[in-house]
């Protein structure tokens, strides 16, 4: 049995093996806090099954390495708009009356 055949999704978050087997994560894919194994195909013997789970995680992570984590990209577009000149300036909403209105 090949270990290392898998094909991982375009979204980075789940894979597949040529035995059938699909795997996904929630989380961040290098270091995912939930994996869904899915349905195991059959005739596949337990310990075949740890290794093909733990190569199956370790590729989704190995794809994961080359993009930007979601925190790590929302932190750059939003300095990338704060920094925009063209942007427009809205006047700060306050609710303190001014100076020249009566309370």
Known sequence: MD??????????RSASHVSGWVISVQGDPSQPHEVNPGSLPGGIEPLQQARLLRHGIEAIAKAAKGKPRAAERAK??????????????????????KATEPV
Do not use: I, M
Not at 83 to 93: E, M, T
């Open 3 to 12: 270990y290392e055949a898998w094909t991982v999704a375009a979204d980075g």
């Open 76 to 97: 750059q577009l939003s300095q990338q708009f704060a920094s925009d000149p063209k942007r427009q300036r809205k006047p700060k909403l306050s609710l303190k009356p």
